[in-house]
């Protein structure tokens, strides 16, 4: 059973309903009006920034020896030509933590820029930005990392319902995982739900593989995927999402497999932490798996990056070997 008593795991669950709520808002003010131009960015840069900075100022008052990896940094918001973006992300912080000011946001945001530690924390404080642009899905991702070992993830996923329906404005789910004691679900912003326990599928046939893809394309070889669609006959309909909310569903078996590949336009590129360290427990706390495209498991000592890993391959388990070998006949 989860015991939620222990001070990281109370730690992630509350940060993370507390900023994905937070983000929700951004969201709701910001995007649902209507008034976002095609090329308006606005929005999840402030998001992301509130995030950052809540997640750093809470992560400094409950664990001071602690550092926090995380994917921004204020440089740029101290700029003059981003005084009204930095004012703008100040107001929203002041929803959660009303001391703040513009100097203090700043330097929570900078308490994310460590590059490794023997023990560290891991945030992105939004994954999936083109998702969040659209009022569709996106992720608020924590995760705690010992000695390589991710100890705890958690994935807030304001427009995701039960951890696998899309639901915009809906209740929203929490997803917690940790180490030894299984992956859990809740709504958002109820305190007093009820934990669901989550297990991946046991589906082991591949040509009924529910796969898990991205709406962004630039995430992934979507022709080798389609060759591994073609070739192995996969009939069921992809499940489209964005962001780490597709370990989620994953998690919940309501998706099979998922897999990043390289991008023939960055073929040396590597994950980032942020981006997999959350998802990763998520999945294998449900009895799934995940590796990069060779088998070998995600290494989490290298910094900010997955540097020894080329790409990722998440499943139920059952059809792991199975769509390893499917890579390895096409040359991922």
């Known amino acids: 059973m989860l015991d939620i008593t222990k001070p990281e795991v109370a730690f992630a669950l509350e940060t993370v309903r507390t900023t994905a709520m937070l983000v929700k808002q951004v969201q709701l003010d910001m995007v649902g009006g209507g008034s976002l131009t095609k090329d308006d960015k606005s929005p999840v840069t402030i ?6 900075a809540i997640v750093g100022k809470l992560l400094k008052d409950a664990f001071p020896d602690d550092v926090l990896i995380g994917e921004e940094d204020s440089s740029v918001l101290r ?5 009204a973006t930095l004012d703008w992300i100040t107001s929203f912080v002041q929803q959660v933590l009303p001391e703040a000011d513009s100097e203090a946001v700043c330097t929570w945001i900078d308490y994310g820029s460590a590059s490794s530690g023997d023990r560290y924390w891991t945030v992105d404080p939004i994954d999936g930005t083109k998702g969040f642009l659209r009022g ?11 000695d390589g070992e991710i100890k705890v993830g958690a994935l807030g996923c304001p427009n995701l319902t039960n951890a696998y329906i899309p639901e915009p404005n809906g209740p929203g789910s929490l997803v917690l995982a940790v180490r030894g004691q299984g992956t859990w679900s809740m709504p958002l912003a109820d305190e007093d739900a009820v934990l669901t326990r989550l297990h991946v599928s046991e589906r082991d046939e591949l040509p009924q593989a529910r796969l898990l893809r991205s709406f962004e394309s630039g995430h992934t070889n979507t022709g080798q995927i389609g060759q591994i669609v073609e070739t192995h006959d996969i009939t069921a309909e992809p499940v489209r999402m964005d962001s780490q909310a597709k370990y989620a569903v994953l998690a919940a078996g309501k998706g099979d497999a998922l897999v990043r590949l390289l991008s023939p336009k960055k073929p040396d590129y590597r994950e980032k932490i942020w981006d997999q360290a959350a998802g990763a427990i998520v999945i294998e706390e449900a009895g799934g798996k995940i590796t990069d495209l060779s088998g070998t498991r995600l290494d989490f000592t290298q910094g900010r990056t997955l540097a020894n890993n080329r790409g990722v391959l998440a499943t139920n388990g059952a059809l792991h070997d199975t769509l390893l070998a499917a890579l390895k006949d096409i040359g991922a």
């Open 136 to 146: 569709d899905q996106y992720a608020v991702a924590l995760a705690l990392v010992e």
């Open 47 to 52: 998001a992301d920034y509130a995030a950052q």
């Open 79 to 83: 700029t003059p030509e981003e005084a």
